[in-house]
T-cell receptor, first 116, second 119 residues
Framework: GAVVSQHPSWVICKSGTSVKIECRSL??????MFWYRQFPKQSLMLMAT?????????EQGVEKDKFLINHASLTLSTLTVTSAHPEDSSFYIC????????????FGDGTRLSIL | AQTVTQSQPEMSVQEAETVTLSCTYD???????LFWYKQPPSRQMILVIR??????QNATENRFSVNFQKAAKSFSLKISDSQLGDAAMYFC????????????????FGQGTILTVHP
């Protein structure tokens, strides 16, 4: 089956630093990638949708300058949390979809981000 | 905008028994997809079952089956012969099939139901 690799799986960093999370589709071309945020025992909240070669579309309430998304190739999207603060600590999950929209989304294993 | 509601924050079941998780949704669209995802403690999202709205027949995958009631906008998941490995958080999700809509391709998740399986 389709595989999506997300890296790192866990990162701890100091407040004020920037953190980059990578999402790679290993065996298919991901025309669209999605980034979600999840707090403990809560649902996944969509942050943004990115299409290869285009600017990401952010959901209402998500700060574009805080969460930078780049989808430069058909196999890689990155989420950069800029000037991270403790309130940015969360679980971030990416998913990728290839081809037409009736293709299923394949999820990465998520990244646990802890800001000290 | 579409919404998905899971009214059971937590459910429990005895091993080998059957449990049903509820999900309702709200949409004005006629063509869409519905999903159940499982998220175990590892937090990996695992697709359990998928239903196309245009199909009247309920989807089944081994021990997992759904009761899809389009008119009532209800999509419940039945887990038969529950196993310890079924313990997880379960999410119901909606995805539009309308190519012209702003929500095209996006998944909208319910709040989730934590399922505990007792040995």
């Amino acid at each position: 089956g389709a595989v999506v690799s997300q890296h790192p799986s866990w990162v701890i960093c100091k407040s004020g630093t920037s953190v980059k999370i990578e999402c790679r589709s290993l065996d298919f071309q991901a025309t669209t990638m999605f980034w979600y945020r999840q707090f403990p025992k809560q649902s996944l909240m969509l942050m943004a949708t990115s299409n290869e070669g285009s600017k990401a579309t952010y959901e209402q309430g998500v700060e574009k300058d805080k969460f930078l998304i780049n989808h430069a190739s058909l196999t890689l999207s990155t989420l950069t949390v800029t000037s991270a603060h403790p309130e940015d600590s969360s679980f971030y999950i990416c998913s990728a979809r290839g081809g037409t929209s009736n293709q299923p989304q394949h999820f990465g294993d998520g990244t646990r981000l802890s800001i000290l | 905008a579409q919404t998905v509601t899971q009214s059971q924050p937590e459910m429990s079941v005895q091993e080998a028994e059957t449990v049903t998780l509820s999900c309702t949704y709200d949409t004005s669209e006629s063509d869409y997809y519905l999903f159940w995802y499982k998220q175990p403690p590892s937090r990996q999202m695992i697709l359990v079952i998928r239903q196309e709205a245009y199909k009247q027949q309920n989807a089944t995958e081994n021990r997992f089956s759904v009761n899809f009631q389009k008119a009532a906008k209800s999509f419940s998941l039945k887990i038969s012969d529950s196993q310890l490995g079924d313990a997880a958080m379960y999410f119901c999700a909606y995805r539009s099939a309308n190519a012209g809509g702003t929500s095209y391709g996006k998944l909208t998740f319910g709040q989730g139901t934590i399922l505990t399986v007792h040995p």
